[in-house]
């Protein structure tokens, strides 16, 4: 071959049928173009270098050519895969998160029952320490403390405040 008017010409005739083939094997265009512009190129280099010995069977050196390049495209891709196992990193990152929520807590507890400790009011320090350290119930602390559950609420402010100006600014409540 070698000749511009030749090659487009073979070009012409074979792009389409090379598209669709590959199309079909690949189901995306931009990849199918790709694949059949790659098998065009290879089979006209070879033309060039030295003509096919059985022009008969050009289709079938075309066509194959193709495959070829999409099967080595395949192995490409898998080779790259960096498919993750989503479940246990979610497993791993969620106990983690929970590791350190524990540690956390359990510090943050620690810091807590300290300030509750220094608070001046026996009053104060087991209504805080009963409702943030224990999580009890309100109508539980209310029975025990003997409040009503309006008057429960002006003690607990309070009792916040006071608890507020031992801790600073740690905003621990």
């Known amino acids: 071959m070698g000749k511009p008017e030749a090659e487009q010409a073979f070009v012409e005739k074979y792009r389409e049928p090379v598209l669709y083939f590959l199309f079909r094997r690949c189901g995306n265009r931009a990849t199918a173009e790709d694949i059949c512009h790659e098998a065009l190129m290879i089979v006209l280099h070879r033309l060039r270098e030295d003509s096919l010995a059985e022009t008969a069977k050009l289709a079938a050196f075309i066509q194959q050519t193709a495959a070829n390049l999409w099967i ?15 479940d246990a990193i ?6 983690t998160t929970e590791q350190f929520d524990v540690i956390a ?31 009890a119930d309100k109508h539980e602390i209310c029975e025990e403390l003997g409040l009503s559950a309006r008057h429960f609420d002006r003690v607990v402010h309070r009792a916040r405040q006071r608890f507020k100006a031992i801790a600073g600014d740690l905003s621990l409540v």
Do not use: G
Request: no cysteine; charged share 40%.
């Open 105 to 135: 807590t359990a510090e943050l507890q620690q810091n807590v029952r300290k300030l509750i400790d220094e608070m001046p009011t026996d009053r104060d320090r087991r209504l805080l320490y009963r409702l943030y350290v224990e999580e």
């Open 72 to 86: 080595n495209e395949q192995r490409k891709l898998s080779r790259r895969k960096t498919d993750t196992n989503e």
């Open 90 to 95: 979610a497993r791993a990152s969620h106990s």
